[in-house]
């Protein structure tokens, strides 16, 4: 039943969190239209919240095991999943994984390149 517990509060912060991007979706959409604001503003402030409450857990009492999992894993997690790979990356370096670090970095982003044309070019190919 102790994971039941994790697995709801995970999820309930990440419907949140899913619910809030979409809010700024909404609400930077008439902003700039030709640029992609809202999911820049999304991932600038997912990574500020993930840094201050992860840090906030680690070294104070100020945030329970129990409110991370529902903030940064749930809430951030489905506000952004960029937060959490800034996260990582700064653990990396900061654990002197300077290989794993620059590997975790250009390997995400082209990777992730690939990876989204693959799929677009598999989506032509069945359609």
């Known amino acids: 039943m102790k994971h039941l517990g994790a697995v709801a509060l995970v999820g309930a912060g990440g419907f949140l969190g899913s619910v809030a991007r979409y809010g700024v979706a909404l609400l930077f959409l008439p902003l700039a239209p030709g640029f992609p604001f809202s999911t820049f503003a999304v991932n600038m ?12 857990a680690v070294s104070t ?25 800034m996260y ?5 370096m900061k ?10 970095l ?6 992730g390149l690939i990876a989204l044309y693959s799929g677009m070019l598999f989506a032509k190919i069945w359609s």
């Open 45 to 56: 402030l997912g990574s500020f919240l993930i840094g201050l409450l992860s840090e906030l």
């Open 61 to 85: 009492t100020l945030v329970s095991p129990e409110a991370r999992l529902f903030m940064v894993t749930g809430f951030c997690g489905g506000f952004t999943t960029f937060s959490a790979y």
């Open 88 to 92: 990582e990356h700064a653990s990396l």
């Open 95 to 104: 654990d002197g994984q300077l290989f794993y670090a620059g590997l975790y």
């Open 106 to 111: 250009f390997g995400s982003i082209a990777g």
